[in-house]
């Protein structure tokens, strides 16, 4: 069992490669992907816990709420949250820290996974994709060196935006609208990367094509890895490319833990 854990949901593998990237200067850290039917929730006997998760409609991503709520920490560690962002933090960290208390909490700006909505090169402040990967790295450096010292937020807990409050609760039904609007083209080759790497396992092959269920949450990795750029969610999205993080495979995404030594 390792010293630390850091519990990572990763649409287009930006937020694990920051929590490799953290892992890599804490050393001996389990990595443990968020998703649908998690098993390795009760982690009383890391010393830190620490959470990288993304802002998707201004809060956590669809159904990672529910997963934190499943999971138990020994009183005594010491917790963390990082939130990857394009335009502004949100209120992940704010939901994590009502069912695991945190006691510290920073924020890495990075690109868009939601093309449909931004090109992922749009940032906020602006900068290159390779700036951005390069800022990334450095803030992951800085915020494990602020963890190996166990610094501590004057706050009791990261603060609350009512507006993204408001548009986290709407996000349900736009994911659910978008849904709809998913497409494959005749360039699919009916390799079934999509399907596995749903974190919702909503996505099954049929006829060799994909067929997406109803528990979306958005994340868009089937459209941003497929190997063929068959997969579309509106029109805007065929004319924007992918996005895949450089240091993140997708094989990484589809596992249940990566350890660091």
Request: net charge positive; with cysteine; proline share 6%.
């Amino acid at each position: 069992m390792a010293y630390n854990v850091i519990f990572c949901f990763s649409g287009t593998g930006n937020c694990l490669d920051i929590a490799k990237n953290i892992a890599k200067e804490l050393g001996d850290t389990d990595i443990i992907m968020m998703k649908k039917n998690n098993e390795n929730l009760d982690v009383r006997y890391a010393h830190r816990v620490g959470f990288v998760v993304p802002c998707h409609g201004g809060g956590l991503p669809l159904g990672l709420e529910s997963v934190v709520r499943q999971i138990t920490v020994n009183p005594t560690a010491y917790t963390f949250g990082v939130v990857s962002y394009c335009g502004y933090k949100g209120n992940a960290l704010k939901q994590i820290s009502k069912h695991v208390p945190l006691c510290y909490w920073n924020s890495v700006v990075h690109q868009s996974a939601c093309i449909w909505l931004m090109p992922h090169t749009v940032m906020v402040p602006p900068m290159s994709p390779e700036a951005a990967q390069l800022h990334s790295e450095k803030m992951a450096k800085a915020i494990a060196a602020d963890v190996l010292a166990g610094k501590r937020m004057k706050k009791e807990s990261p603060a609350l935006n009512v507006l993204n409050a408001v548009e986290n609760a709407g996000w349900p039904m736009i994911a659910k609208a978008k849904l709809k609007e998913f497409k494959v083209s005749d360039e699919c080759i009916g390799c079934g990367l999509c399907a596995r790497l749903c974190p919702q396992e909503n996505i099954r092959i049929e006829d060799g094509k994909p067929q997406w269920g109803p528990s979306c949450m958005q994340c868009l990795r089937c459209l941003q890895y497929c190997p063929k750029n068959a997969i579309s969610c509106g029109n805007i999205t065929k004319n924007r490319e992918q996005w895949r993080n450089p240091n993140v495979s997708a094989d990484e995404l589809t596992e249940s833990l990566i350890h660091i030594e």
